[in-house]
């Protein structure tokens, strides 16, 4: 019977850089935020301790992207970072495939670079240095955007949305993982409060978890789920689902 599915990514380990995230312990931190080079230099401890379900997140996307991936086209990581997601990928696809990843931080994408050797010679990896609002999605059948559309301003998200598509092969499917808010206020407060305990749990000190608050302010502006799904059917979505959702971060998949 359990032949039937592969299992493998429920045991995978992500490829993570070493260096420790204690930007916020003790100044001069980032503020505004800005994905820079220290920001880059720590990132991966940085957004594994930070976001809950990492590890889940990609797995599932990765479980997804195989699950819709039509042969001859390309799956695009906007948002890549230091290419964890696509490294992750690269090993459980066992064809070659065409990966793309997109980031606009060229610090970013000089780390992606280093962590994808391997992949690269399994796969046709292109890592582009744009803003997403730019690129085109064209002959993509999966698309993944973890955590990025949530730096954008309101108008380039809907923009890039649209972009994404009008990229689709029909059939194809978005992957989204976003922070979110709660509508309701008390519940709002509630959630902050279980996600900084879900920090502290990870090693981060209050002071640090108040001052990436305070940094993140205005630059990280996070919708409710219901206006995101919004966003998504304004751009063409109908079919849409959500896989995951802890404290405030949820993953929505939407079928073209
Ligand atoms: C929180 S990180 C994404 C994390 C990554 N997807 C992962 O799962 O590890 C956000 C990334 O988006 C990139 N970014 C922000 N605005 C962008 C834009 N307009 N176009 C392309 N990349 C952007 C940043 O440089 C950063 O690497």
New binding site residues.
């Given amino acids: 019977m359990s032949e039937q599915f592969n299992t493998e990514l429920f045991h995978a380990k992500l490829y993570l850089g070493p260096e420790k995230d204690e930007l916020f312990e003790t100044g001069p931190w980032p503020k505004p935020f800005v994905?820079n080079e220290d920001v880059?230099r720590v990132?991966?401890d940085m957004?594994s301790r930070s976001?809950p379900l990492?590890r889940e997140?990609?797995a599932c996307a990765a479980h997804w992207a195989k699950d819709y991936f039509q042969p001859g086209t390309r799956i695009i990581?906007?948002?890549?970072?230091?290419g964890?997601?696509l490294e992750l990928l690269g090993r459980f696809f066992k064809q070659p495939t065409a990966l793309v990843g997109?980031?606009?931080?060229q610090p970013?994408l000089e780390k992606a670079r280093q962590k994808l050797i391997e992949t690269q010679q399994i796969h046709q990896l292109e890592l582009i240095c744009?803003?997403?609002?730019n690129?085109s999605f064209e002959n993509s059948s999966v698309v993944?955007?973890?955590?990025?559309l949530?730096?954008?301003p309101l108008q380039?998200r809907q923009k890039?949305l649209n972009s994404i598509w009008e990229g689709l092969t029909p059939g194809g499917l978005l992957f989204l993982?976003e922070k979110v808010k709660s509508p309701h206020p008390q519940f709002q407060e509630t959630i902050t409060r279980h996600y900084e305990a879900f920090k502290a749990h990870n090693g981060y000190a209050c002071s640090e978890i108040e001052r990436k608050k305070e940094a993140l302010e205005d630059v990280l502006v996070p919708l409710t789920e219901a206006q995101q799904i919004e966003m998504l059917r304004a751009s063409g979505f109908s079919q849409i689902d959500s896989p995951l959702k802890l404290h405030n971060f949820i993953s929505l998949v939407a079928l073209k």
């Fill in positions: 994905f880059v990132f991966d957004i976001v990492y997140v990609l990581d906007i948002g890549c970072s230091t964890t997601f997109i980031d606009n931080s970013m744009a803003n997403a609002e690129c993944v955007v973890n955590y990025t949530q730096f954008l380039a890039l993982s």
